[in-house]
């Protein structure tokens, strides 16, 4: 099973959101702490993310459940 993991580009395009607000919402208290801190910068548990958004964003679900 891969592991599968969101950077900060990912979690921009998943929020369609720009890098600055993507920034601004993963260093708040309430996101998920990285699973890992890379020379490229943090990585997240995708599941960890995505159960954030289905917390905070749920209009965001929406959209994937028509696709």
């Not at 929020?15 to 990285?34: E, H, M, T, V, W």
């Not at 020379?39 to 679900?61: C, F, Q, T």
Request: charged residues 30%; without cysteine.
């Amino acid at each position: 099973m891969a592991l599968e993991v969101y950077g900060a580009a990912e979690i921009q395009d998943r929020l369609g959101i720009s890098r600055q607000r993507a920034y601004i919402l993963i260093n708040r208290r309430d996101f998920p702490a990285p699973a890992a801190t890379l020379k490229m910068g943090s990585i997240w548990l995708k599941a960890d993310v995505e159960k954030w958004i289905a917390e905070k964003r749920p209009h965001l679900n929406e959209s994937d459940e028509e696709a």
